[in-house]
């Protein structure tokens, strides 16, 4: 069964903190997600990776897949209040449509 | 454009009783899959849908668990009997095609079982 741990589970950081959350499995995947949820609502994807070793920034927000394609890390630069949320990675594997979502970082940025 | 619209977004039951779901993907989105999601836990795969024909539910407990998708359009789940370990959030997404698309989830549909 494929698994993806990410760490930290929860994590509680004073605005413009910088903070990583990282995704690892001891999977291969061919192309790795990460999502924010906010209460309430369904979680809206943010980002996708599909070469180790990519790197994409969108915003403050740096995503970055590993070499072998079996982790993630997703940095977030000077956090902010609208950045509080759950944070997914989800992977799917070579030949199969079927993205496994990982156990979630909790983030609260205090203002 | 609309979004992924689920109904009801709260349920209250008492075990035992029969409850279903109701989702209508973003038009156009042949794929469409139902998740289960515990709280501050990631979403787990009950069923996908291409079309009308389910391709995976392998995850989905069949003895208490059913779905359709009649004309590949809109879906419902259902469980009957529900029991207390079934209280989760209930998320419905949809995406353009299989295969590494983005999915596009609704607000999910909140249910407790007491």
């Known amino acids: 069964t494929q698994l993806l741990e990410q760490s930290p589970q929860f994590l509680s950081i004073q605005e413009g903190e910088n903070l990583t959350v990282y995704c690892n499995s001891s999977?291969?995947?061919?192309?790795l997600q990460w999502y924010r949820q906010e209460p309430g609502e369904g979680p809206v994807l943010l980002v996708t990776?599909?070469?180790?070793?990519e790197v994409k920034k969108l915003k403050r927000l740096t995503f970055q897949f590993g070499d072998a394609r079996k982790d993630s890390s997703l940095h977030i630069t000077a956090a902010q209040p609208g950045d509080t949320g759950l944070y997914l990675c989800?992977?799917?594997?070579?030949?199969?449509?079927?993205?496994?979502f990982g156990t979630g970082t909790r983030l609260k940025v205090l203002a | 454009e609309a979004g992924v619209v689920q109904s009801p977004r709260y349920k209250i039951i008492e075990k035992k009783q029969p409850v279903a779901f109701w989702c209508n993907p973003i038009?156009?989105?042949?794929?469409l899959y139902w998740y289960l999601q515990n709280l501050g836990q990631g979403p787990e795969l009950l069923i996908r849908?291409?079309?009308?024909?389910?391709?995976?539910d392998s995850q989905l407990p069949k003895d208490r668990f059913s779905a359709e998708r009649l004309k590949g359009v809109d879906s419902t789940l259902k469980i009957q009997p529900a029991e207390l370990g079934d209280s989760a959030v209930y998320l419905c997404?949809?995406?353009?095609?299989?295969?590494?698309?983005?999915?596009?989830f609704g607000p999910g549909t909140r249910l407790l079982v007491l």
């Open positions: 997404a949809s995406s353009s095609s299989r295969g590494g698309e983005t999915q596009y």
């Open positions: 849908y291409e079309n009308e024909e389910a391709v995976d």
């Open positions: 989800a992977g799917a594997t070579s030949g199969t449509y079927k993205y496994i």
């Open positions: 990776v599909v070469t180790g070793g």
């Open positions: 038009s156009g989105h042949n794929t």
């Open positions: 999977s291969v995947f061919s192309s």
